[in-house]
């Protein structure tokens, strides 16, 4: 149905918890609903304070009640968001704008100018180009190479 519940570390909520905190009691509150949709709600106490978690099965609700104590008394989200940042940062900032940069520099700085002062000459180079190559194409290739090769040949 859902996945295993994790802290922002990666770890079960459970196993987090008791690592800062040993020796934890977690009690089943309560339990409700039909044999196929049952609720649980456990309850962990942690310096005096007690945290709930319910969910469809005693280890989620187990994981849910770990997670609120973890929220509430250690709050290490800045340092989990940090790691991420640090994580991710480096790849657009190595990746992205400096390859952008490349990329766009040239193709704006050559791209810019030529643009500008190509367009009449593609019209004349491309229909000189055509010619030359269509010239090329008749003279050498079919005169001169396929159409005597295959004369001689015949």
């Known amino acids: 149905q859902q996945g295993p519940i994790l802290t922002k570390h990666g770890k079960n909520p459970v196993m987090e918890l008791n690592e800062k905190r040993r020796g934890l009691k977690y009690e089943l509150i309560s339990e409700t609903g039909g044999s196929h949709d049952k609720r649980f709600v456990m309850e962990v106490e942690v310096d005096g304070q007690k945290f709930q978690g319910a969910g469809s099965n005693k280890k989620v609700a187990k994981a849910y009640a770990a997670l609120a104590a973890l929220e509430k008394l250690f709050p290490d989200a800045p340092v989990a968001i ?54 090329r194409g008749r003279g050498r290739g079919g005169f001169g190479g396929n159409h005597g090769g295959y004369m001689n040949a015949g």
Do not use: D, T
Request: proline share 17%; net charge positive.
């Open 82 to 135: 940090e790691q991420n940042k640090k994580k991710r940062a480096p790849v657009p900032a190595r990746g992205g704008p400096k390859f952008a940069v490349k990329q766009h520099n040239p193709g704006f700085g050559m791209g810019g100018p030529m643009h500008n002062e190509v367009p009449p000459p593609p019209n004349m180079r491309g229909r000189g180009r055509g010619g030359n190559i269509r010239g």
